[in-house]
């Protein structure tokens, strides 16, 4: 009796220390997924205020002037100061001349630690944000 409860004893001995190497791995593999996952939504929060504040600028200045350049220069002044990483594709900035309405869009990759370095995964941290301003009614 005393002999096979030494052996069962000895058969389990490091399996407790194993079971905290594996939890501690996988909590160390979900901290990284979480700042993976915090990092993209506060770039696609960024760029969408960044776009928002633009649009309106843009809308504004066109109401004042009626000049589609003078509106889209505005608001790429209005995104390089808001934020200076985002990518301003070849038609970013859109203004319809018979509602006044503009749209911004916006694209910009987030750093991540691991998403970032995968083929798979590469395209989730690339953010597109369109946010379109229409003028006051008022």
């Given at each position: 009796m005393r002999g096979s409860l030494r052996r069962v004893h000895r058969e389990q001995s490091g399996l407790v220390g194993k079971i905290i190497v594996v939890w501690l791995v996988f909590v160390a593999v979900l901290g990284i997924f979480a700042i993976d996952a915090a990092s993209v939504l506060f770039t696609k929060f960024r760029l969408s205020d960044a776009a928002?504040?633009?649009?309106?600028t843009a809308v504004s200045t066109y109401e004042s002037d009626r000049d589609v350049t003078a509106a889209?220069?505005?608001a790429e002044l209005s995104?390089?100061?808001?934020?200076?990483?985002?990518?301003?594709?070849k038609a970013w900035c859109k203004v319809d001349t018979s509602s006044g309405d503009v749209t911004i869009t916006l694209r910009k990759t987030a750093?991540?630690?691991?998403?970032?370095?995968?083929?798979?995964?590469?395209?989730l941290t690339k953010v597109v944000q369109q946010e379109t301003a229409e003028p006051s009614s008022l």
């Open positions: 928002a504040t633009a649009a309106s889209c220069n505005a995104v390089r100061q808001s934020d200076p990483d985002a990518v301003m594709a750093s991540t630690v691991i998403a970032g370095r995968f083929s798979f995964t590469r395209d």
